[in-house]
């Protein structure tokens, strides 16, 4: 490949890896807009949600011979369905038992809830790895990666094209876009987008205006569930390996995101997933891939100290 083919190669991949980590960002960034609460759950969440995916499809027989077939695209607009009303019952059922309790309490204290509930959901993905189940290999290595059958074909679209722009790649886009766009015409434009906004400026005079602000806060924790569900599935799609602590892994890249384009803003976890995404494309080709975690956290660093509240500038309230 010719120098300016590999760079827009590198820059595809890095658009595509980047709008997963985006949906993923966007559950981040929601809680912490509301609640000021970094939900570190949420990328086990999204790995459970993959879990919950390849269990769908073995019991339902669908393998990766039914690629491209009717009953392969049937089985994947079912887990679109699927996993992300699991992701999001179980967000919400989260917020209600972990969260909600405390909030009241010092910001220590859920801080330290949502660290203790990613553990809980990390060795339930352990747990759920070792069920006596074909696709779990009949649970002998509940540790090992999981193959997720590549139910999307990785056709060129683009035909013989040095460049490959793949089903998978278009997949990503024409799930996620849509995401992103019709949450941010919720949050701008619906009655309860407008609540939201309420309680994340002024919790206590949004409750004085009649504002319900535990089930608000709920809603969030129900939409971010639902949009990890969908990214969890998508990410399965695409890579076809699942493993339980990938929730860490991918939630670390999410949470940068968030943090690089503005905590607490959405069209900033959208650039900052899409940033994040391009930056380990071209580290990997350019430099090295045992370098990449290190320019990624770089470039975080050179941010903050000269924008400190992302590229974005999202501004939140201080609690005191």
Not at 143 to 165: H, S, V, W, Y
Not at 288 to 294: G, K, L, R, V, Y
Not at 309 to 320: D, M, Q
Request: hydrophobic fraction near 55%; aromatic fraction near 10%; charged fraction near 10%.
């Amino acid at each position: 490949m010719l120098g300016y083919e590999v760079f827009l190669q590198q820059l595809i991949t890095g658009l595509s890896n980047g709008m997963i980590i985006a949906l993923i960002a966007l559950g981040y960034t929601m809680v912490y807009g509301i609640i000021e609460l970094i939900n570190f759950a949420h990328g086990d969440l999204f790995m459970l949600g993959s879990f919950l995916a390849l269990t769908l499809l073995g019991l339902g027989g669908v393998e990766a011979a039914q690629a491209g077939t009717g009953l392969g695209y049937l089985a994947v607009a079912v887990l679109f369905i699927v996993v992300p009303i699991f992701c999001a019952i179980l967000n919400w059922l989260i917020d209600k038992l972990a969260y909600r309790p405390l909030r009241s309490a010092p910001r220590l204290a859920p801080f330290v809830s949502a660290i203790g509930v990613s553990f809980i959901l990390m060795n339930i993905g352990l747990f759920w790895g070792g069920l006596p189940l074909q696709v779990f290999n009949n649970g002998n290595a509940a540790a090992a990666p999981k193959d997720f059958p590549a139910l999307i074909p990785a056709t060129n679209l683009l035909g013989d094209a040095a460049i490959q722009f793949t089903l998978r790649d278009a997949m990503v886009f024409v799930i996620a876009v849509p995401l992103m766009l019709g949450l941010r015409h919720f949050v701008k434009h619906s009655r309860t987008g407008k609540a939201m906004r309420a309680v994340a400026q002024n919790p206590m005079a949004a409750q004085l205006m009649g504002i319900d602000v535990d089930k608000v806060i709920g809603f969030t924790f129900l939409v971010g569930g639902a949009l990890g569900g969908a990214a969890s599935v998508v990410y399965a799609l695409c890579y076809n390996t699942i493993y339980f602590q990938m929730g860490f892994r991918v939630g670390i890249d999410a949470f940068t995101a968030a943090v690089l384009g503005g905590i607490g803003n959405l069209p900033g976890a959208l650039l900052g997933g899409l940033c994040i995404g391009v930056i380990r494309a071209m580290s990997d080709q350019y430099l090295s891939t045992q370098w990449t975690n290190t320019v990624v956290f770089v470039v975080l660093i050179a941010t903050l100290v000269f924008r400190p509240s992302g590229i974005l500038g999202a501004r939140v309230r201080e609690k005191v």
